[in-house]
């Protein structure tokens, strides 16, 4: 199921489902630590005698932001009850708090007493036993608490402060259903306290005659000294201050880089969009995370929760492309922080810095050693710095880092490589699925050393300029060489070195757009040209959702055995490289079009309140797997920056007359 609503500072993340329910809470890092686990959170109304929870049929939800911002606008409405819910949901841009405003409307006559209840099943720390909760009669409040994490809940009407009444309890112990049952009569059992695998639920009470407003909210922090007083600044500048202050931050930090207003204005909302949903997932000490979507346990008992560099680094390129610096520079010091002594990056990491779970083995069939690297991840990280360098030329930053990591990734780049071939050895692909030498990879491993060869040069390491130039260049020849099919006229996903042979992997894979997205080839030349024309004829899916599928006979979360018409499910970022591709090619604006109308694809298969799957169905275009996934946002992000550019530059031409008519 995916998280319709993010909302985030970089500290606390909150993110809801498409039945409002808080399905994720992590903190004090953006990925770590899940304090729900994936499990619903509820919210209820109860009036007249009756009780819903708003995740219950009967509903009608609409799930979305505020323009411009991490404020959501969500309505809820009950034709039976005759209520209209409106809520605006954020975090706190100043403070580690999350708040939500509710508007509550009357749709009968006459005035009624409504009764909202909030439940929290917490897993802190990401497990289910040693937590505590209870009401803190001072605060009005409910505490949640194990070991360094506190979180404290509470409420207010328009005239009293806390919760009106609570309940504590136990939750998935000897068949108990938790305490969001006590609440279904209308009213609470005020159980002060419970320890062990424990929920709560709080109450706050309205009198509506046409509209009344509620607030609630959670506050986060290490002791209880913290969050009480993260509750009683809330009080002390009222709620609505915090709503302004984040709408108003998130509508400056949205449009303040190279905005590019002069697109489709459909194009530019939904990049603003993709902007703020990355941002939810990227945490401020720099770990820019793949996604934050505990659904995915279901597939692998394990979440996309890590920072790969390899996504890192294409997301921060993106981020640099729309002017986001700052943000960038911080996960490049994250990542000179992670980097193995080696040179290399592990497979994944913790938001924290530490290793990340890896399903890479160290040792081959035989019990041979093998690194369980993709060597991409350490060549792309090169390859961003070397282009925020180009946008920035920070040099001050690039000596704090030139040492810890541009020489040790670059070394290791340059000599992990097979003596036979001159090609970059055998690693694990993009897709982390198998073993070779990836033409994705050798194109990244190449932009990786002549972004290093340049950073060698400006502070006089001429012995290591010159070898990672001459590394580089082998590598290019051997890619040329080994890596291009003359007879099938077409790049190769990959090759596998067998005992001094060289064998192909013949399948048509969109990967080899790492070519054209490193700077490897240039759009002219023919057998890009060619490459990528069989390779959009074979991977666009046929059928009316349409799209780019990753590879032939992709059978991650397959959902058809029709592997003629769907050769596997959609990803956007396969269908935005293919837009790529297209306006590297541009001679003339309306040849723009075509990308601009693969950006409009993502905009019909987004969710409603923008959020981009990883991939969807091919049939109905149904979110799979993860949603948001960040790789998603970032490469509509970086698509729109090359759209812009591209227009810019043609435009600059003083002897095209289309040109100058839109000019």
């Not at 304090?35 to 619903?40: I, L, S, V």
């Not at 009407?157 to 609570?166: F, K, P």
């Not at 943000?327 to 990340?356: E, L, M, Q």
Request: glycine letters at 6%; one cysteine or more.
């Amino acid at each position: 199921m995916p998280r319709d609503l993010p909302v985030c500072n970089g500290n606390l993340l909150v993110a809801f489902d498409d039945r409002y329910n808080l399905r994720e809470l992590y903190y004090p890092y953006v990925g770590q630590y899940n304090h729900t686990m994936g499990y619903p959170c509820r919210f209820g109304v109860w009036c007249d005698g009756r009780m819903t929870w708003v995740s219950d049929d009967g509903w009608e939800r609409s799930l979305k932001y505020e323009d411009d911002t991490l404020v959501t606008c969500v309505e809820l409405v009950h034709q039976d009850m005759g209520l209209k819910l409106t809520c605006h949901d954020c975090v706190d841009c100043s403070s580690d708090v999350y708040l939500r405003k509710i508007v509550v409307e009357n749709l009968k006559d006459g005035e009624r007493d409504v009764r909202l209840f909030w439940h929290l099943d917490l897993n802190i720390a990401g497990s289910r036993e040693g937590d505590t909760a209870y009401y803190d009669p001072r605060q009005k409040a409910l505490i949640h608490y194990k070991g360094r994490h506190w979180i404290l809940i509470s409420g207010a009407n328009e005239r009293d402060w806390g919760l009106s009444s609570y309940a504590v309890g136990i939750i998935g112990h000897h068949k108990a259903q938790g305490t969001w049952r006590d609440a279904e009569d209308g009213s609470l059992s005020r159980n002060p306290i419970s320890q062990g695998t424990v929920d709560s639920v709080g109450r706050v009470m309205v009198r509506v005659k046409d509209k009344a407003v509620a607030y609630y909210w959670i506050c986060t922090g290490s002791d209880m000294a913290e969050v009480t007083a993260l509750d009683q600044n809330i009080r002390s500048v009222g709620p609505e201050t915090i709503l302004r202050r984040v709408r108003t931050y998130w509508k400056f930090w949205v449009t303040k880089g190279d905005n590019p207003t002069e697109l489709p204005a459909d194009v530019v909302k939904f990049y603003h969009r993709s902007l703020l949903v990355l941002r939810t997932q990227i945490d401020n000490r720099g770990a820019i995370i793949a996604a934050n979507d505990s659904d995915v346990m279901q597939y692998n008992r394990d979440s996309y929760s890590y920072l790969w560099p390899r996504d890192g680094a294409l997301v921060a390129h993106a981020l640099d492309l729309a002017g986001y610096h700052e943000t960038t520079r911080r996960f490049f010091t994250f990542c000179a922080d992670i980097i193995d002594p080696s040179g290399y990056f592990w497979h994944k990491y913790n938001p924290d810095g530490s290793v990340g779970s890896s399903w890479h083995p160290w040792a081959d069939h035989n019990g041979n050693p093998q690194l369980p690297i993709q060597e991409d991840e350490t060549a792309l990280v090169l390859f961003a710095l070397g282009r925020h360098f180009e946008m920035q030329s920070d040099v001050d930053y690039l000596r704090g880092v030139y040492k810890s990591l541009i020489e040790p990734a670059a070394d290791f780049l340059a000599s992990f490589r097979d003596d036979a071939t001159g090609l970059p050895e055998m690693c694990w692909d993009l897709w982390e699925e198998r073993r070779g030498v990836h033409t994705f990879t050798a194109a990244s491993v190449w932009a990786g050393l002549m972004a290093a060869a340049r950073f060698a040069d400006i502070f006089g390491d001429a012995d290591r300029s010159r070898r990672y130039l001459r590394s580089a260049d082998e590598i290019r020849h051997a890619i040329d060489k080994h890596l291009y099919s003359p007879e099938d006229r077409r790049f190769l996903r990959s090759v596998s070195l067998e005992d001094g042979r060289v064998v192909p992997d013949r399948t048509i894979d969109v990967s080899v757009m790492g070519l054209l997205i490193c700077g490897f080839l240039d759009p002219e030349d023919a057998r890009l040209r060619e490459t990528m024309e069989n390779l959009e004829a074979t991977l666009w899916v046929r059928t009316p959702v349409g799209g780019v599928a990753r590879y032939q006979r992709d059978n991650y979360y397959q959902v058809s055995g029709d592997l003629e018409n769907v050769p596997g499910n959609p990803w956007f970022l396969c269908t935005m490289w293919l837009a790529q591709w297209r306006i590297s090619c541009a001679k003339t604006l309306s040849d723009l079009d075509g990308a601009i109308e693969l950006l409009r694809w993502c905009i019909r298969h987004a969710l409603p309140s923008g959020v981009m799957a990883e991939q969807i169905n091919p049939y109905n275009g149904a979110p799979i797997s993860v949603s948001p996934l960040t790789w998603s946002h970032a490469t509509y992000v970086s698509t729109v920056c090359q759209l812009r550019d591209k227009r810019r530059m043609l435009l600059a031409k003083p002897d095209d007359e289309e040109l100058q008519e839109a000019a």
